[in-house]
T-cell receptor, first 112, second 116 residues
Framework: AQSVTQLDSQVPVFEEAPVELRCNYSSSVSVYLFWYVQYPNQGLQLLLKYLSGSTLVKGINGFEAEFNKSQTSFHLRKPSVHISDTAEYFCAVKGGSEKLVFGKGTKLTVNP | GAVVSQHPSRVICKSGTSVKIECRSL??????MFWYRQFPKQSLMLMAT?????????EQGVEKDKFLINHASLTLSTLTVTSAHPEDSSFYIC????????????FGEGSWLTVV
């Protein structure tokens, strides 16, 4: 079985500052990793995913994440955030044909 | 990108009644659909997985007779909450995938259910 730990439940940051949202996973098999964003009262939107290949994955809205197998991490980063990035971010892991398992989420608040 | 549409986005129903939420894949064939429940400020909890034409597979602790899931076509899955109670009030989200490994998953916008 897979599990996901999002180390920070809330991350406040000022506009134009860099941000990193941390995600660690555990799995006994090879995994696929995902980051989703959820704006208030809305569904989930895929930011990026790692399936194979390059460990640095670029997604939408200027976000990127790096898969680190030795540290079992998949941290999400953005060099300069905007007010509009304020949302809940979910890291998710999937092992092969197993179901998608979500972390508890990190609420990113971008302050002016 | 592919779109999954949920309807209604908000619904209020009386205790004891049933309510149906629809999930449609608009531009792809969703061979597998998933239904999640999300409590305020919490993560998504998978309720069940449904494959088109088959009975849904429910997660442990989810009452299959209370949360009826139908996936009769490749573009439509429905969740019916039967004999609803106030504790069933929640945000319900569906998602769908059409690829064999299920690594490309599209989520609906979610449906708020309030049982009064």
């Amino acid at each position: 079985a897979q599990s996901v730990t999002q180390l920070d439940s809330q991350v406040p940051v000022f506009e134009e500052a860099p941000v990193e949202l941390r995600c660690n996973y555990s799995s006994s098999v090879s995994v696929y990793l995902f980051w989703y964003v959820q704006y208030p009262n809305q569904g989930l939107q895929l930011l990026l995913k790692y399936l194979s290949g390059s460990t640095l994955v670029k997604g939408i809205n200027g976000f990127e994440a790096e898969f680190n197998k030795s540290q079992t991490s998949f941290h999400l980063r953005k060099p300069s955030v905007h007010i509009s990035d304020t949302a809940e971010y979910f890291c998710a892991v999937k092992g092969g044909s197993e179901k998608l398992v979500f972390g508890k989420g990190t609420k990113l608040t971008v302050n002016p | 990108g592919a779109v999954v549409s949920q309807h209604p986005s908000r619904v209020i129903c009386k205790s004891g009644t049933s309510v149906k939420i629809e999930c449609r894949s608009l531009d792809f064939q969703a061979t597998t659909m998933f239904w999640y429940r999300q409590f305020p400020k919490q993560s998504l909890m998978l309720m069940a997985t449904s494959n088109e034409g088959s009975k849904a597979t429910y997660e442990q602790g989810v009452e299959k007779d209370k949360f009826l899931i139908n996936h009769a076509s490749l573009t439509l899955s429905t969740l019916t909450v039967t004999s609803a109670h106030p504790e069933d009030s929640s945000f319900y989200i569906c998602s769908g995938t059409g690829d064999a490994l299920g690594n490309t998953i599209y989520f609906g916008e979610g449906s708020w259910l309030t049982v009064v």
